[in-house]
């Protein structure tokens, strides 16, 4: 099975920076991978906010775009997310997602990148607190 490991949460007043971090520790059979960052605050849906393409394409939600940046170290087989400028609003449990890209499948870019549902793996989800 895939395994995903997240770190780098905590508490950071508003205006401040925080970089999360998404390990994946095992990949089972696979090579490539979509990879996503999601959050989801208390009595909120849980919410695409950034994703990553094999190939480097990136997607990012309105709420976040210009103050967070999806990046990844295939050498090191680690996501990371980047936030700046952060707000209360951003408080939420941050969860990093993975699919496998399988060869003839369909190509996920643009917005399809946050769509909860074509990913396969999860983290367990980091929590960001942001205080005004």
């Known amino acids: 099975q895939v395994q995903l490991v997240e770190s780098g949460g905590g508490s950071v007043q508003s205006g401040g920076s925080l970089r999360l971090s998404c390990k994946l520790v095992?990949?089972?059979?696979?090579?490539?991978?979509?990879m996503a960052w999601f959050r989801q605050a208390p009595g909120k849906e849980r919410e695409g906010i950034a994703g990553?393409?094999?190939?480097?394409?990136?997607n990012y939600a309105e709420s976040v775009k210009g103050r967070f940046a999806i990046s990844q170290d295939n050498a090191k087989d680690t996501l990371y997310l980047q936030m700046d400028n952060l707000t209360a609003e951003d408080t939420a449990t941050y969860y990093c997602?993975?699919?496998?890209?399988?060869?003839?499948?369909?190509?996920?870019?643009?917005?399809?990148?946050?769509?909860?549902?074509?990913?396969?793996?999860w983290g367990q989800g980091t929590q960001v607190t942001v205080s005004s």
């Open positions: 997602a993975v699919r496998p890209y399988v060869s003839g499948d369909s190509y996920y870019g643009g917005h399809r990148l946050r769509e909860r549902r074509i990913y396969n793996w």
């Open positions: 095992s990949k089972y059979i696979y090579d490539t991978f979509y």
């Open positions: 990553i393409a094999f190939d480097g394409h990136t």
